[in-house]
């Protein structure tokens, strides 16, 4: 009963505020998420990676040892990704791989592992974010746009953010209590705001082709975990970072997914894009309690 009574304690709060954002995005479909948006790239997120991995007790080890773990789930995804959208002969695989290699790991998967394994929990799960922020302004618009674009990365604050937190980290210097409390305060602030917007995006993209999307959306959010065990079971992981590991592994595709795509892909590819995204966090209501549940309970 108790492991229940935690589950409800983990997801209740994300759900929640996701179906707040929906509520809001339904109610007034022209609802404007711009501040959002450029608060979370620019302020939320950078404080987000600053909290969590200089003020939480992350080891430079653990988080190298895990940037590294989730690379290799990134390129099996990526596998995955390629072998699915060849056997729906989908004529533009490379546009369409993003959504199945870079899951929703932070609007979603910060929240959860926070919830579900505290303050160390967000310190494996933001190493894990790290990578994924920077494969969406390197991999991910080099598949959008099929050529690679450093001015994205050099006008990423999040980017800068990482190389800082990661030479904090490495050389072990602590964070002053002011940028530990302040980082805190926006760290919270913007959980609460992307979580919301998830809900009003979820209003807002629409399904075109719902079969390829469901397929795609099982690769992403049935596979997905199912890697992350394996990897977990390749390399004898334990405890709660095994657990933030699979978890992370089980996010359905991101929503940054879709912004990357809007600027850099064809209509048709952005609207594949968002289909998967939608039925793939649809269906992550139904998947990832279930992979939260045997991470709490064989990972603790």
Known sequence: ME???????????????VGIGYYLGKKNPKIDTTFITDFAANVGTPAMII????STGTTFELFKNYFWYYLIAIIFFGIIGVIFLFFLNTKDIIRELPPFIMPNTGNMGLPICLFAYGSQG??????????IILSHFTLGVFLAARKFNINVILKSPAFYTIIVSVSLLYYDIKTPIFIENTTFLLMYATIFLILMSLGIALTRFRV???????IC???????????????????????????????QCSM?????????????????????VASTIVVSTVMSFVTV????????????
């Open 3 to 17: 492991i229940y009574q935690k589950l409800f304690e983990v997801l209740f709060p994300v759900f929640f505020v």
């Open 51 to 54: 909290y969590a991995l200089n």
């Open 122 to 131: 967000l310190g494996v799960a933001a190493a894990i974010s790290a990578l």
């Open 208 to 214: 075109f082709s719902f079969k390829k999307a469901l």
């Open 217 to 247: 959306s099982i690769g992403r959010v049935i596979l997905g975990p199912l890697i992350g065990f394996l990897i977990i079971r390749y390399f004898d992981l334990s405890g709660f970072a095994a657990g933030v590991l699979l978890i």
């Open 252 to 272: 359905p595709s991101a929503v940054l997914n879709y912004l990357v795509a809007s600027i850099y892909s064809p209509k048709k590819i952005t609207d594949s």
């Open 289 to 300: 309690p279930i992979v939260v549940f045997f991470a709490l309970k064989y990972f603790n």
